[in-house]
């Protein structure tokens, strides 16, 4: 990996240009195969909540750093909390066609933090260069 970069991205109905950007900049900071996958497939479901359960705009920004990958979802008006996300990720959703995405965020990130900062939602995401651990 290069220099240590900053991604930023605003969160709008073309999510498909998002999970380009995004993973191009994962990319960039060392993410390949599954992992890649994984980085892009946890924001384009964190961007889509913004859209469809929060303020219906908001922004990305990622950091890289020597381990991997810090993502904030940042949706200004957004009312997830921490209590909320953890009753929707407790067991795997039933059988739907929809409601998996706060599932699968806690599911591929190494480390899922919510706070408030002036009245919005930020949900901060980490993604380290290596799989997570399955035991």
Known sequence: MG???TFRCPITADLGLLRQQMGSFAAA????GVRLRDVV?????????VLEHGGGS???V???DAEGIWVEVIDPT???TRERFEQRVAVPPPIA?????????????DEVLIDHPEGGCRLRLRFT???PDMT
């Open 129 to 131: 260069r290596r799989l």
């Open 41 to 49: 497939l946890v924001v384009h479901e964190a961007a889509d909540n």
């Open 78 to 80: 957004g009312t997830l």
């Open 62 to 64: 990622a950091h890289a």
């Open 29 to 32: 900071a060392g993410f390949a």
């Open 3 to 5: 220099e240590l970069t």
């Open 58 to 60: 908001g922004t990305v």
């Open 97 to 109: 066609s929809r409601g998996y995405g706060l599932w699968v965020i806690a599911q591929l990130s």
